[in-house]
């Protein structure tokens, strides 16, 4: 498999970056007003997602010094979002000062904030976990990540506290220091990692209302912060304990509420039957006189676009690449899953978009790991190429990933000139054999030049494939 160079520069692959959800606003006032009529102005998005009632609201930002990327939900509740609102824009404000603060040193590395949101549904009855993560580097210094957890009762419009649901006695604290001491031990990834007093400290502290507790369908996970309880290379540890393990710390109230989901049932939801791919069972086509190309898709999927040029790369037979960011994933898993059912290969853009570069080998790691972990759940599938943000390649990571990275050789600068006229062009030009194609499937304006590239490709006498495809054949 071919490994290729880098062919554009970092800091457009920024750009791309943080262009990757807008469709079309341009940042332009620095005013950091985010009530809901700015937002729109000011390079942010609002997007429904699969929970009902709630949207996701995107806030990207680059300027010379810095870029920042934010994701929050939006609740139909104006006391529920107001808060996670406020919430948002503190962590926005601070990283700001802190960059005004070190502006001087900041030289070769732009500073960023990542501030990612992942949602979690328990029981169907409007009761919600937000699990907000927050990374950011400035200047050089040591990367800062932190979360933040907020529990939502979205039909009594309020936010529960987790001593609601941990009944804060004494005992249970010894309790909940124990089984939480049992995981960390039992974590072959934790344990070298781990340090015993810190926890001890934390579970005894009386201002400590376990705020960075949130609730799955399956069990309390208790996330902490980085350096909390662990040494900085654990990153932000999550302990999950299941609802059985956890059924004595919890209130009256909340052991009735889970009261059906003690009996440990344990349904095995991974045993996916491979849908028949009908292609799979076709004759390969290996006419060596066959031009090909693949075409590209990164930073989906989305809820219209990527279904618009799945439908035209049916009318036309084509057979594309999808690399999915994870979190997107998470809230759009059938968009993923219909991609994968008309037969496009699945490809792993990590988790939000880091510059892996700046990251460890296992931090590196792991934005794929959850990726992959949140495709297989949607699709059934395993994607099967890689591609880092800004085609950024961190070598250590690289080498301990048994995916090939796939880059591409035509960058049609989609994000950055958002005319579908232009976008054809490019392809146009520099189209050959066995190109690939970068394009980004959560812009409107991309979604308007397939058309275009897939018509003037065919008469060409292209044949449409997938990076793997293609790359078979050398
Ligand atoms: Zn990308």
Redesign the pocket.
Known sequence: MKRRRRPTKLTYGIL??LI?LLVGFIIKSPNDDTSEVNLKKNGSLIEHTRYEGIDLISDIKEEDKYYFVIHYPKFESKKLSNEIEEYATSVKKKFLKTVKENEEYIKNHKSSLFLTTELYTSFGDGIYSIVFSEGSYVAGANGEQRGKVYLVDVNKEKFIQQSEIIKDTEENRRKLYDILKGEFMNSPEYKPLFFDDFLKEWVSDEKNKFSNMYVTDKSLVFMFNKYEVTAGAAGMPKISIPFDKARNLLTDEWKEKLTDKFTKNDEDTNNYSDKPNKNESEPKHNSSIGKKVALTF??GPHPENTIKIIDLLDKYEAKATFFMLGNRVNFYPKIAAKVAEHGHELGN?TWN?KDLTKLSKDEGLKEYERTRQSIEEATGKSPTVVRP?YGAINEEVQNALSKPSILWTIDTLDWKSQDPDEITRIVKENVQDGSIILMHDIQSSTVQAIEPILQFLKEEGYEFVTVSELNTEY
Do not use: L, S
């Open positions: 791309i970056g990757f990164d930073d853009h978009h943000p």
